[in-house]
T-cell receptor, first 116, second 116 residues
Framework: ETGVTQTPRHLVMGMTNKKSLKCEQH?????MYWYKQSAKKPLELMFV???????ENNSVPSRFSPECPNSSHLFLHLHTLQPEDSALYLC???????????????FGPGTRLTVL | AQKITQTQPGMFVQEKEAVTLDCTYD???????LFWYKQPSSGEMIFLIY??????QNATEGRYSLNFQKARKSANLVISASQLGDSAMYFC?????????????FGQGTELSVKP
């Protein structure tokens, strides 16, 4: 496996279900990200992990719970979601560093989530 | 406030012609980076081109070039000799310094359709 992988690619769940999205990066990066992409909206940054520490939480509802057990793996645990949470969830990684300048984020293929 | 604006929700271009996708940004940081990503219908985000705020020359990558006008705070993407495979969503993004590293702020995207 190369790059950034995400599983599952598609997920349908009821509002009372608990599920988890998984992201894995094989690039040796030190930062990982979760984004939400709803139809007709820009990508919304949800969580950032730099060096395994969560450094960003953009007022995301507590029904989304991230976990970063090591620098290669990132999870998004989902419970009691709402239909408006249906979206494409993208994971990304980068070799981040302090200061400005070039820092490309590499994206996974995304998980398309539908909440019934 | 740091913001990326893409004012063209949709664009059409004839195959083999050039097309310009607009992007304006707003930041008070003296150092920043600007990115363009392509998102086909399959969902993955593909990095196209990068421009640093201190770069003297406009970035080019194959058929992609970035028309960087710093005083106007614009970073338009130019695709030359459009191909049918260029049909996709295109996102402009800005990297801003944040905590120990940085984060990307995305625009709303432009949907490009290439006509045969």
């Amino acid at each position: 496996e190369t790059g950034v992988t995400q599983t599952p690619r598609h997920l349908v769940m009821g509002m009372t279900n608990k599920k988890s999205l998984k992201c894995e990066q094989h690039l040796g990066h030190n930062a990982m990200y979760w984004y939400k992409q709803s139809a007709k909206k820009p990508l919304e940054l949800m969580f950032v992990y730099n060096f395994k520490e969560q450094t960003e939480n953009n007022s995301v509802p507590s029904r989304f719970s991230p976990e970063c057990p090591n620098s290669s793996h990132l999870f998004l645990h989902l419970h009691t979601l709402q239909p408006e949470d249906s979206a494409l969830y993208l994971c990304a990684s980068s070799q981040d560093r302090q200061g400005p300048g070039y820092n490309e984020q590499f994206f996974g293929p995304g998980t398309r989530l539908t909440v019934l | 406030a740091q913001k990326i604006t893409q004012t063209q929700p949709g664009m059409f271009v004839q195959e083999k012609e050039a097309v310009t996708l607009d992007c304006t940004y707003d930041t008070s940081d003296p150092s920043y980076g600007l990115f363009w990503y392509k998102q086909p219908s399959s969902g993955e985000m593909i990095f196209l081109i990068y421009q640093g705020s201190y770069d003297q020359q406009n970035a080019t990558e194959g058929r992609y070039s970035l028309n960087f006008q710093k005083a106007r705070k614009s970073a338009n993407l130019v695709i030359s000799a459009s191909q049918l495979g260029d049909s996709a969503m295109y996102f402009c993004a800005m990297r801003v310094v944040y905590n120990q590293g940085g984060k990307l702020i995305f625009g709303q995207g432009t949907e490009l359709s290439v006509k045969p």
